[in-house]
């Protein structure tokens, strides 16, 4: 065992529980494994909603998740959208934030060492406004020690440049995605915009380009007015919505597009509970991302963990892979068998 190892096993146990803290999580088996990258469970927090990663350390051990994906870097540090930056909606939220971010230098010497020294996985997520730019930062960071897996995203819908709107060519993808290849073994994630004519055409272009696996969705984009005020309720015109209101949306392209490819699709979109991560794992996604669920209830991932694995056990799966897929677009019907007697499941953790 390694050193890395080592300290991702001791961050990973955590703080010890109350004695009237939560139950221990039943004993399911919920690793997954995404491209090369293998997880211990399925739950990532999203990009954007959790920094940089060490911000949530002394609620949410870092180790503890799936994995981390980073708040999105660029070559040059942003500056991002003016105010404001966020409005909340009815079953949701909007966002404009524009990317800000330390950029590539600091990235590299900051934060990722503290990423790194918590234990975590870490997913970091590249952006730029044109192939070139992305293909600079997998230079730099594509054989980064510790980093595990790069989400590029092809998604923001709150730029003004290289946003989702120029990413959203089949074509241009498949290319920047096969040149960005060349550039690490690390797992490859391509984070997809779900205000397209189609996501899995999309996803099968970046399938054909090497991606490891896709992130089916981002945020909508969406608007809020102030009437008293005749204004945008953000800086621009539009933001990002996410939160429970889009969850079916993105749900259903989450199925649309695990039918249409053959690599992991991480669902993303409104998911606040287990049952909800359940419902994305149900329809083929290998795993899922929390985003807004954090800002509302900081520990909502591992929450979020608890009540997957508890879901199981009560119907007698031993592992979420004998969930994954049972509601897939033209797959199985789920036959899961019915919940397991308290005593068939206190005989499974002995």
Not at 11 to 26: C, E, F, S, V, Y
Request: hydrophobic share 45%; glycine share 12%; proline share 7%.
């Amino acid at each position: 065992m390694t050193a890395a190892d080592r300290r991702r096993a001791r961050a990973a146990r955590g703080p010890r529980r109350a004695a009237d803290g939560p139950p221990p999580r039943p004993a399911v088996d919920l690793a997954v494994r995404i491209g090369p990258m293998r997880l211990p469970n399925p739950v990532l927090v999203a990009s954007g909603t959790f920094g940089y990663g060490d911000e949530y350390r002394h609620v949410v051990p870092p180790a503890q998740l799936g994995a981390v994906v980073t708040k999105t870097v660029t070559v040059r540090p942003r500056a991002g959208n003016p105010p404001q930056r966020i409005a909340e909606t009815a079953g949701g939220m909007l966002n404009s934030i524009g990317l800000e971010n330390v950029g590539l230098a600091a990235f590299r010497a900051e934060k990722l060492p503290r990423l790194r020294a918590l234990g975590a996985r870490i997913v970091a997520s590249i952006g730029g406004e044109t192939p070139h730019e992305l293909e600079r930062m997998m230079e730099a960071l594509g054989g980064e020690p510790g980093v595990d897996g790069f989400e590029i995203n092809f998604s923001c819908p709150n730029v003004a440049k290289g946003g989702a709107r120029y990413w959203a060519v089949p074509r241009r993808l498949e290319r920047t995605v096969a040149r960005l290849r060349r550039h690490t073994r690390a797992c490859l994630i391509a984070k997809l915009s779900p205000d397209v004519t189609s996501v899995p055409e999309l996803a099968r272009a970046c399938e054909q380009g090497g991606a490891d696996a896709v992130t089916a969705v981002n945020t909508f984009v969406g608007m809020a007015l102030d009437l008293g005020h005749m204004t945008s309720r953000l800086g621009r015109a539009t933001g990002g919505l996410s939160g429970p209101a889009i969850k079916p949306l993105a749900l259903a392209r989450c199925a649309e597009t695990a039918a249409a490819v053959g690599i992991p699709v991480i669902g993303s979109g409104g998911i606040v509970s287990g049952r909800d991560a359940l419902e994305f794992i149900a329809v083929g996604a290998a795993a899922v991302q929390v985003g807004t669920a954090t800002f509302i209830r900081p520990r909502a991932s591992l929450e979020i963990l608890d009540e997957m694995a508890a879901f199981l056990a009560g119907r007698g799966l031993a592992s979420l892979d004998a969930w994954r897929g049972c509601l897939a677009l033209g797959g199985r019907a789920c036959a899961a068998p019915a919940p397991a007697a308290a005593h068939e499941l206190a005989e499974r953790a002995r």
